[in-house]
C-alpha cells in the first residue's frame, strides 16, 4: 500500500464515522435518558433518506402517512390516559400535537412534491416527517412502559424495530433508492478530493457535536436532561418532567437519524433494509463509549469507520465481522471491570 491509497481510504474512514458518530451519539443520548437501546434508529437513517429521495421524484413517501397513523393512535392514547380528569385545554393540546401537526406536514408534502421542488425544501419535509414519527413512537410504544426493566424496553425496541422495517419495505419496495447531492462542489487538495457532499457530512457532524455540547452544557432544557440521566427519581423529585425529556430524546435522535440518511443516501444507494446495519455500526461506538461518553462515542466512531475502510482493502468479504469484533474486547473489559449493581428502581 502507498501513501496514496492509505489517504483515500482514511479519507473514506472518515467520511463513514462521521456517520457513525451522529448515529452513536443518538443512541448515548436515548439511553441515558430513557434507558432504551435504540434499535429503531437505523429506520430513522432509512426514513429520512428514502423519504428524501422520493421526494425528490415528485412522490409523496407513505412515511407522511404513517406520521399521520401514528398521531392518530398517540391521541388515543392521550385520551384514554386522561379519561379521568378530561380538560378543554388538554384535548386541545393533544389535538395540536397529534392531529394537526402530522395532517400539516402531509398536507405540505402532497402540495409541495415535485421534481423541481428545492433540495432545502424536501430535506425539511423529510426532517418533519421523520421527527414526527420518532415523538409518536415513543408516545405509543415506549412511554407506558418507561418504568419496566431495560430488559423490557429492549424487547419493545426489538419489536419496533421489525415493524418499522417491515413498513419500510411496503413504502420504498424492494428496490434501493439514491438522492441528489446536495452539493456539487469539489475540491482538490493533494491526492485527495472532496466532494461537496463529503465536505457536508464532516461540517453537519462537527456542528451537531458542538450544538449537542452547547444544549446540554448552557440550557435548561439540556441540564433536565442530563439531570434525568443521571437519576431519574431524583429529577421528578426536583420538578423535571422524565416524560418530557424522554420526548425531546426520541425527537433529537430521530432528527439525527434522519439527517444521516440524508447524507449518506447521495453517495451510496439504500434500501429499506439498509438502515439497520448502518446503526450498528454506530451501536458499537456507543458501546464502546460505554452509552454514556458523548467524546469517547465519537472517536470510537471515527476508529470504526477507519477499520471498515482499511478492512474494505485487505480483507472485503470479511469487514463486517471485523468491525463487529471490536466489541468483543471492549465487552471483556467491561465485564472484567465493572461491579454487579441492581438495576435502578423507581
Not at 155 to 167: E, K, M, W
Not at 191 to 206: E, H, K, N
Not at 270 to 298: E, H, Q
Amino acid at each position: 500500500m502507498n501513501t496514496t491509497i492509505m489517504l483515500f481510504l482514511l479519507q473514506d474512514g472518515i467520511t463513514n464515522g462521521a456517520i457513525y458518530a451522529l448515529l452513536g451519539l443518538a443512541l448515548v443520548l436515548v439511553f441515558a435518558v430513557t434507558r432504551v437501546i435504540l434499535i429503531p434508529q437505523g429506520e430513522f437513517v432509512t426514513y429520512g433518506a428514502l423519504s428524501y429521495a422520493m421526494l425528490a421524484t415528485g412522490q409523496v413517501p407513505g412515511t407522511a402517512r404513517l406520521a399521520v397513523a401514528m398521531g392518530v393512535v398517540a391521541f388515543g392514547l392521550d385520551l384514554f390516559v386522561a379519561r379521568k380528569s378530561l380538560r378543554l385545554r388538554r384535548v386541545a393540546r393533544s389535538v395540536a400535537l397529534n392531529i394537526a401537526f402530522p395532517v400539516a406536514i402531509l398536507t405540505l408534502a402532497t402540495a409541495l412534491a415535485s421534481p423541481t421542488t428545492p433540495i432545502a425544501v424536501n430535506i425539511a419535509l423529510a426532517l418533519l416527517i421523520v421527527a414526527a414519527i420518532g415523538l409518536f413512537l415513543y408516545r405509543i410504544a415506549f412511554q407506558p412502559i418507561a418504568h419496566t426493566s431495560v430488559l423490557v424496553l429492549l424487547i419493545a425496541s426489538v419489536g419496533c424495530h421489525l415493524a418499522l422495517q417491515g413498513l419500510g419495505l411496503v413504502f420504498f419496495g424492494a428496490e434501493g433508492l439514491r438522492g441528489p447531492a446536495l452539493s456539487n462542489a469539489a475540491l482538490t487538495v493533494g491526492p485527495l478530493r472532496f466532494t461537496g457532499q463529503s465536505i457536508a457530512v464532516y461540517g453537519l457532524t462537527v456542528a451537531f457535536i458542538v450544538g449537542l455540547w452547547l444544549f446540554f452544557g448552557f440550557t435548561l432544557m439540556g441540564k433536565a436532561l442530563r439531570a434525568t440521566a443521571v437519576n431519574r427519581l431524583g429529577a421528578r423529585l426536583v420538578g423535571i418532567r422524565t416524560t418530557l425529556s424522554g420526548q425531546i430524546a426520541f425527537l433529537l435522535a430521530s432528527l439525527i437519524g434522519a439527517i444521516s440518511g440524508i447524507l449518506i443516501v447521495p453517495i451510496t444507494t439504500l434500501y429499506y433494509d439498509t438502515g439497520f446495519l448502518i446503526g450498528l455500526k454506530g451501536f458499537i461506538a456507543a458501546i464502546i463509549g460505554g452509552l454514556v461518553s458523548y467524546p469517547l462515542t465519537a472517536i470510537a466512531a471515527l476508529i470504526v469507520g477507519i477499520v471498515e475502510a482499511f478492512s474494505s482493502f485487505y480483507a472485503s468479504n470479511f469487514k463486517e465481522v471485523i468491525v463487529f469484533t471490536l466489541i468483543l474486547p471492549v465487552l471483556v473489559l467491561r465485564s472484567l471491570a465493572a461491579p454487579a449493581v441492581e438495576e435502578e428502581k423507581d
